[in-house]
């Protein structure tokens, strides 16, 4: 087995990727300590050296999980791809500093869904 490499992603990269339509159609949405919604602080960590078909593996995804809790103390992260990349999103809290943040489609994101659905029930109607 490939050893694992983890590199803390730098802040030019974080605001590319947020920058990135499709990275950001999925975003923190929510402190599950505090019930804050917005102005979370991003950290993203992009992770070498796992196999393409191993990245929505659950033993996968969970042993990294449990990497970033020990090492970093982040409750939750969230495993992304991007560009072929494979990464591990996260967020603190501006308020209480929890490392819990639920993460959830965008409002933009749901817009063009639903601007979508709308346009095809239109047809189905036709
Ligand atoms: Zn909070």
Known sequence: MKP?????VSQVEIDRLLADPIYNQFIPTGCSRCGQSKDFRRRIFQIFGVRKNKY?????????SHYFLRQDNIEHVFFRTNSK???ADSASCPICHSTAI?????D????????KYNTQIGHLKK
């Open 4 to 8: 694992i490499t983890i590199i803390d």
């Open 56 to 64: 929505a593996d659950e033993d996968t995804q969970n042993m990294l």
């Open 85 to 87: 990349n494979f990464y």
């Open 102 to 106: 639920v993460f959830g489609f965008s």
């Open 108 to 115: 933009d994101f749901m817009n063009v869904m639903m601007a």
